[in-house]
Nanobody
Framework: QLHVVESGGGTVQPGGSLRLSCVVSGPSLGYYAAGWFRQGPGKERESVSTISSTDGKTYYGPTAEGRFTISRDSATNTVYLQMNNLREQDTGLYFC?????????????????WGQGAQVTVSE
């Protein structure tokens, strides 16, 4: 059983930056893959970026490639999503999720533990 808590959402103008943080915790926390997912109004949850447990493999969705960077700090069990050059289309509820696996996982259906979400609004 893992517990996931996101922070760092907010409102920013187009072209601005935000950094989301996600702390993963649990009674026997070992290896886990993690990812960030976005759900826009009336849309399905989509994969923004994911990262494997120990070998540093990453995935970026087409809208994140070149603008977002995912990273993790194993010492604090924190996963970050640095978002630069934000666009209005990036607006949505961003969820962090974790899965107990060493491998990179992409689709949201492959994740078992979810945070409550952090709202990101990109607007003039």
């Amino acid at each position: 059983q893992l517990h996931v808590v996101e922070s760092g959402g907010g409102t920013v103008q187009p072209g601005g930056s935000l950094r989301l943080s996600c702390v993963v915790s649990g009674p026997s926390l070992g290896y886990y893959a993690a990812g960030w997912f976005r759900q826009g109004p009336g849309k399905e949850r989509e994969s923004v970026s994911t990262i494997s447990s120990t070998d540093g493999k990453t995935y970026y969705g087409p809208t994140a490639e070149g603008r977002f960077t995912i990273s993790r700090d194993s010492a604090t069990n924190t996963v970050y999503l640095q978002m630069n050059n934000l666009r209005e289309q990036d607006t949505g509820l961003y969820f962090c999720a974790a899965a107990i696996t060493r491998r990179l996982r992409v689709g949201p259906e492959l994740y078992d533990y979810w945070g409550q979400g952090a709202q990101v609004t990109v607007s003039e």
